[in-house]
Nanobody, 126 residues
Framework: LQLAESGGGLVEPGGSLRLSCAST????????IGWFRQVPGKEREAVSC????????WFADSVKGRFTISRDNAKKTVWLQVNSLKPEDTAVYYCATDYRDHCGILPTLLPKFGVWGQGTQVTVSA
């Protein structure tokens, strides 16, 4: 299983982006997918998670009401819609899975475990 993120870029405060996490091989339909972000010098933090079926969602308090997550298993893709962006949302965004079908402890996944994509840069600046 390999994951690849895309969709990052430079956006003004208040703007939106749609980040994609695509499997380049295996189907994703058995796995929950989490989105994380990291700023240089800080620990990677989880922002959202979606179960394999899409029925269960989780969001960090810092992004609730601004970010949404969705998936299309037939397209082997999970999306993170990021709205009302703030400068503090600037980070490299990663998707990952721990091979479980539910979010559970996925938001606590460390970089040395599971499967991670290479990341996509989101920069929020005027």
């Amino acid at each position: 299983l390999q994951l690849a993120e895309s969709g990052g870029g430079l956006v003004e405060p208040g703007g939106s982006l749609r980040l994609s996490c695509a499997s380049t091989g295996w189907s994703l339909d058995a796995y929950a997918i989490g989105w994380f972000r990291q700023v240089p010098g800080k620990e990677r933090e989880a922002v959202s998670c979606i179960s394999n079926s899409g029925d269960n969602l989780w969001f960090a308090d810092s992004v609730k009401g601004r970010f949404t997550i969705s998936r299309d298993n037939a397209k082997k893709t999970v999306w993170l819609q990021v709205n009302s962006l703030k400068p503090e949302d600037t980070a490299v965004y990663y998707c990952a899975t721990d091979y479980r079908d539910h979010c559970g402890i996925l938001p606590t996944l460390l970089p040395k475990f599971g499967v991670w994509g290479q990341g996509t840069q989101v920069t929020v600046s005027a």
